[in-house]
């Protein structure tokens, strides 16, 4: 199995919602990352997580929230977002030591 | 300057032309991914090299790593190939993106 899945595929929440954003490998990766793209831009680093620890946190405003609650599984808790929030949210997964890396298809997320 | 470098930027081509897209990059890495996104779609990944060369179907994938550079090929490109490519690096921490290259394969 050399997925990363991401759930769900689509997404639209309003301002004073709260969801979840899944991302689930199940290569024995240990390090995995949140990314945001917007339109016709590059994506964008937000967090990385290296063995279950946040050890990178791009300045993302804290109405996102990642966590990771065990070796398989990302999550990323949103909560009173903004219209400009709306993106592709996209995951990935490594191997520490190795080239090894894969990336999901991304969730697109949609604020209204 | 950005980390990973594309060009070009658009890219536009009759079907059944051969095509190239270059990806330059500045730093260390352990691999280099092609991804491509359709309009309004998700990521799909296509290659992933650390050296070498790779091929999928119509798709050909390159990389020297001495030269930190690496192409992709389409080969009889298809209206269907019309997309946006996107290089990506892996430097064992992080991923660094290329800014992406549109292709608009014309029947």
């Known amino acids: 199995d050399t997925e990363v899945t991401q759930t769900p595929k689509h997404l639209v929440m309003g301002m004073t919602n709260k969801k979840s954003l899944k991302c689930e490998q199940h290569m024995g990766h240990r390090a995995m990352y949140w990314y945001k793209q917007k339109a016709k831009k590059p994506p964008e680093l937000m967090f990385v997580y290296s063995y279950e620890k946040l050890s990178i946190n791009e300045s993302v405003p804290s109405r996102f929230s990642p966590e990771c609650p065990n070796s398989s599984l990302l999550n990323l808790h949103l909560h009173a977002l903004q219209p400009e929030d709306s993106a592709l949210y996209l995951c990935?997964?490594?191997?520490?030591?190795?080239?090894?890396?894969?990336f999901g298809q991304g969730t697109r997320l949609t604020v209204v | 300057k950005n980390e990973v470098e594309q060009s070009p930027q658009n890219l536009t081509a009759q079907e059944g032309e051969f095509i190239t897209i270059n990806c330059s990059y500045s730093v260390g890495i352990s691999a280099l991914h092609w991804l491509q996104q359709h309009p309004g779609g998700g990521i799909v990944s296509l290659f992933m090299?650390?050296?070498g060369k790779k091929k999928h179907g119509r798709l050909i994938a390159t990389i020297n790593i001495q030269e930190k550079h690496s192409s992709l090929h389409i080969t009889a490109s298809h209206p269907r190939d019309s997309a946006v490519y996107i290089c990506a690096v892996y430097t064992g921490n992080q991923f660094y993106f290329g800014t992406g290259t549109s292709l608009t394969v014309i029947p």
């Open positions: 990935a997964s490594s191997k520490h030591g190795s080239t090894e890396a894969f």
């Open positions: 090299l650390s050296s």
